[in-house]
């Protein structure tokens, strides 16, 4: 879509750059590096919890 689009070819915020999360989670493999204000799914979302192994901490805790 148009909005898709537009989105990709939008660089990564100052905010963002000056955090420094963006890069320290494409440093380590979280996320591509790519499209840094592009929409996600909820399975990329799902991904990227279970790369940081927080969604088997999530059902360990709900399990007890």
């Not at 790519?34 to 790369?51: F, H, N, S, W, Y």
Request: include cysteine; charge should be positive.
């Amino acid at each position: 879509s148009k909005a898709s689009a537009y989105a990709e070819s939008l660089p990564e915020p100052d905010w963002s750059k000056k955090e420094g999360a963006w890069a320290k989670a494409t440093s380590k493999g979280v996320v591509n590096g790519t499209d840094p204000q592009g929409d996600i799914k909820r399975c990329e979302m799902i991904a990227v919890l279970g790369r940081l192994g927080l969604i088997w901490e999530i059902y360990s805790v709900k399990m007890r």
